[in-house]
């Protein structure tokens, strides 16, 4: 049966529609009777609907709301400089769910609070849109009041407000949105933290002793201790946990404390070593519960990082051998003084693009030594792909008082042609000279409201910081 309203409007103009012909038509008599006749049928039939069976309805809302809007992946460009000094355009791209949209029912209107970073390509979005009740969404056109069906797979172009307009499912109605993209306008001037996720660890604060925090390709990696520092029976087990927003996270499996020591990225995917196999995660090997065997031909030691196409190994015979073929074989690295003065334990690497020569890393690596009992022992290597390189160790120099004291637990990071490091002290460490001086951080200073007594850092390919803490926080940091 229709709707109420529907059927007294088909009523009204189906007796209009016969009176008129009537009233139009005298002289055409012999079809008077046969529309009377109809007219009086049409009634009798409408009257009926109108009637009795006026309550049977089927049951239909107007709500007309928009209830989720989230960005997907977007191209951002900013310049840098060749190796010839020329300038030039970097493309990285950023993760949309990372800046939360604002919708507001009052006003109509859905925006991002937290800026998107300069160089942002507004221009090629893809975002999606939830309704209530599943009302139709449609995108109004730039340039008239032409409207398109949205989908979640087309790129929008948001360098100017856009409006979406939303139907009601029982056609009464539609409602527009007003959707505002708010982009830096300026270029690195400030930093700030921001908190995106709590209790990620899954264990309490005190029983995770250390953490790790990794940029795997498009997700971020965090490795922190499962089982109890304080119970040397239990196998030390650590989990494993991926997230690609550092806001939702899934824990993958668990690795015994020497693997856990020994993860380390390389280009999509995680590499680690366990029983003399180099297993890894990522990559044509997926994420999943269970790691891709590599190969069982590994060289006693420990992974202690990797550049953009090599792996590291400090073998237990105190000797850094490395692997240009992700772990199929190795060579014994090539030193500028004693192998004695490499770090020994709590190593952390760090690598980025070496601004002086194309398709070259810039890779450092920190540790604590025997030979060092205050400071951490600072080894670097400017490595050409494709060639062995050599390691330079940095010396401590005794007229230097701005060394990089030694820590435990310490992670690195290379943001904003800055290296970060940080340990157990919580102190923010920052070298503007690829590692030769330090000085504490003020500008990326642990944000004010951090908890825990662990944390680790690392890069984002996308112009972030990530911080997580023991205590399960995960805070993001962007220069805006």
């Known amino acids: 049966m229709f709707n109420k309203r529907y059927e007294k409007a088909a009523f009204w103009i189906i007796v209009l529609t016969f009176a008129a012909e009537i009233v139009i038509t005298p002289l055409v008599m012999k079809h008077t009777l046969r529309m009377f006749s109809l007219l009086v049928t049409a009634c009798l039939l409408l ?19 928009i209830t989720a809007f989230t960005l997907g992946t977007i191209p951002r460009y900013t310049t840098g400089t060749t190796s010839a000094g020329n300038d030039t355009l970097l493309r990285t791209t950023i993760t949309g769910t990372v800046y939360p949209m604002t919708i507001d029912q009052l006003g109509a209107r859905i925006y991002n609070e937290e800026p998107l970073p300069v160089g942002t390509d507004v221009k090629h979005v893809v975002c999606t849109v939830s309704t209530k009740n599943g009302g139709s969404v449609a995108l109004q056109s730039m340039t008239s009041d032409s409207l398109s069906w949205f989908d979640s797979k087309d790129s929008i172009d948001f360098s100017r407000p856009r409006v979406f307009r939303i139907f009601a499912i ?58 109890s520092a ?16 550092g806001q939702q996270w899934t824990s993958l499996l668990t690795l015994p404390d020497q693997q856990w020591q020994g993860a380390v990225a390389l280009g999509n995917a995680l590499y680690m070593k366990q029983n003399g196999q180099l297993l890894k995660l990522g990559d044509d090997a997926g994420w999943s519960a269970t790691p891709a065997s590599v190969t069982a031909l590994q060289p006693a030691g420990q992974l202690v990082g990797a550049s953009t196409t090599e792996l590291f190994v400090l073998g237990d015979n105190g000797r850094l051998l490395r692997s240009a073929d992700a772990g199929l074989t190795w060579q014994e690295e090539l030193l500028d003084d004693e192998a004695s003065l490499l770090p020994a334990e709590n190593v952390a690497t760090v690598t980025w693009p070496y601004g002086a020569a194309d398709n070259t890393d810039y890779v450092l690596m920190v540790g604590n030594s025997q030979q060092n009992a205050d400071q951490m022992t ?28 030694r820590m435990e637990n310490v992670s690195l990071a290379y943001y904003n042609n800055m290296v970060l490091a940080i340990g157990d002290g919580l102190v923010v460490y920052e070298s503007a000279d690829q590692g030769i001086s ?8 642990l944000p004010a409201a951090f ?17 997580v803490s023991n205590n399960g926080d995960v805070w993001r940091g962007q220069k805006y």
Request: glycine residues 10%; negative net charge.
């Open 47 to 65: 009257t009926a609907c109108l009637g009795d069976d006026d309550d049977t309805q089927v049951a239909y809302t107007g709500d007309m709301a």
């Open 170 to 227: 029982d056609g009464s109605g539609h409602r527009d949105y007003t959707v505002t993209l708010n982009v830096s306008d300026t270029q690195g001037t400030t930093f700030d933290w921001k908190r995106v996720a709590t209790g990620v660890v899954g264990v309490p604060a005190s029983q995770c002793a250390s953490l790790r925090l990794m940029s795997v390709a498009d997700r971020l990696v965090m490795l922190p201790l499962t089982g």
């Open 230 to 245: 304080d119970d040397e029976a239990t196998d030390r087990l650590r989990g494993v946990m991926v997230s690609q927003d």
């Open 378 to 405: 600072v080894w670097r290597k400017i490595s050409e792909h494709g060639m062995a390189g050599q390691w330079v160790y940095m010396p401590v120099d005794d007229s230097n008082l701005s060394t990089l004291p």
């Open 438 to 445: 330090w000085k504490v951080s003020k500008q990326y200073a």
């Open 451 to 467: 908890e825990g007594t662990h944390c680790a850092i690392t890069a984002g390919a996308d112009g972030t910081l990530w911080l």
